[in-house]
């Protein structure tokens, strides 16, 4: 099994920046992809971005050149460095991970989710 446990939420103005965490326990040595989600007020989850175990990055167009995510794999971490925040980034962010479970089958797990707001 393996759990994850997001931080780095809070309130902030238009313009400024956020740094997400999140942290994996358990079975970090099955972990494959890691990354962050994000799910607005009325609006289904969406993918904001996504790296490799090697490190490959994949990002959402809406926050291509303002959110940087990277990974530790010693520690079992993954952050989402987030710049020029617009209101419009305001929603409950999810870290997400996928595993390969004791029988090498495909598992994948959310974490709590931490609330961004930016306000105008």
């Known amino acids: 099994q393996v759990q994850l446990v997001e931080s780095g939420g809070g309130l902030v103005q238009a313009g400024g920046s956020l740094r997400l965490s999140c942290a994996a326990s358990?079975?970090?040595?099955?972990?494959?992809?890691m990354g962050w989600y994000r799910q607005a007020p009325g609006k289904q989850r969406e993918l904001v971005a996504t790296?490799?175990?090697?490190?490959?990055?994949n990002y959402a167009d809406s926050v291509k050149d303002r959110f940087t995510i990277s990974r530790d794999n010693a520690n079992a971490m993954v952050n989402l460095q987030m710049n020029s925040l617009k209101p419009e980034d305001t929603a409950v962010y999810y870290c997400?991970?996928?595993?390969?479970?004791?029988?090498?089958?495909?598992?994948?797990?959310w974490g709590q989710g931490t609330l961004v707001t930016v306000s105008s």
């Open positions: 997400n991970a996928d595993y390969w479970g004791p029988i090498s089958e495909y598992r994948e797990v």
């Open positions: 358990g079975a970090i040595s099955r972990i494959n992809g």
């Open positions: 790296i490799t175990r090697s490190g490959s990055a």
